[in-house]
C-alpha cells in the first residue's frame, strides 16, 4: 500500500473551490501532525497548510490563509484541504506530506489548474 494517496485535483475556474483530499495507510492521520504543499512550475516546493499533534493548531502560507483550509477526518483516515476563491497564482502540484515541520513520507501529488 501507498501510504499517502492524494485525490481531488482538476481545473477550476478563478474564483472557484476544490477539495483535496490524503489518504493514509499504515498510520493513523490523528496520530501525527499532517501537512500540505505545493509545487509551481519553476519554483520549489512550498507549504501551504499543516496541523499539528497535538492541539490541532493550524498554520497557513500568507496568501492561501483565509481561502484555505486544512482539517482531519479520522473515520475516512484522511487530511483534508478545502480551497475556496480560487486563483490563477494556486495552480500548482499539491502534496500532503506526513509530519508538521519534519516531513518523512510524501505522497505523490495531485495538479490542481485554475484558470478560465
Known amino acids: 500500500q501507498v501510504p499517502l494517496v492524494e485525490s481531488g485535483g482538476g481545473l477550476v475556474q478563478p474564483g472557484g473551490s476544490l477539495k483535496l483530499s490524503c489518504a493514509a495507510s499504515?498510520?493513523?492521520?490523528?496520530?501525527?501532525?499532517m501537512s500540505w504543499h505545493r509545487q509551481a512550475p519553476g519554483k520549489e516546493r512550498e507549504l501551504v497548510a499543516r496541523?499539528?499533534?497535538?492541539?490541532?493548531?493550524?498554520d497557513y502560507a500568507a496568501d492561501v490563509l483565509g481561502r484555505f483550509t486544512i482539517s482531519r477526518d479520522n473515520a475516512r483516515n484522511t487530511v483534508d484541504l478545502q480551497m475556496n476563491r480560487l486563483k490563477p497564482e494556486d495552480t500548482a502540484v499539491y502534496y500532503c506530506?506526513?509530519?508538521?515541520?519534519?516531513?518523512?513520507?510524501w505522497g505523490q501529488g495531485t495538479q490542481v489548474t485554475v484558470s478560465s
Open positions: 496541523i499539528k499533534k497535538f492541539d490541532e493548531e493550524t
Open positions: 506530506a506526513r509530519g508538521a515541520f519534519i516531513y518523512d513520507i
Open positions: 499504515g498510520f493513523a492521520v490523528n496520530s501525527i501532525g
